[in-house]
């Protein structure tokens, strides 16, 4: 396969990440393992909300 210009980055490790431009290869914030196992409000408002929404469909396909 021929490209042409490449300018590569070899700190990307990553043959893909290293061919894209910088603007795109931004680095990440990092977000630490204790926040991702946090129980929100939205995730506790979205668990409600799907429960209350099945059990109608359900109640409503018996009925």
Not at 4 to 11: I, K, P, Q
Not at 12 to 32: C, G, K, T
């Amino acid at each position: 396969m021929r490209r042409s210009l490449v300018l590569t980055d070899e700190s990307a490790r990553h043959w893909f990440r290293a061919s894209l431009p910088p603007h795109v290869r931004r680095e990440l914030i990092p977000i630490p393992a204790e926040a991702l196992w946090r129980l929100t409000v939205e995730d506790v408002r979205g668990v409600a909300s799907t429960y209350v929404a099945l059990t109608l469909a359900i109640f409503a396909f018996i009925i």
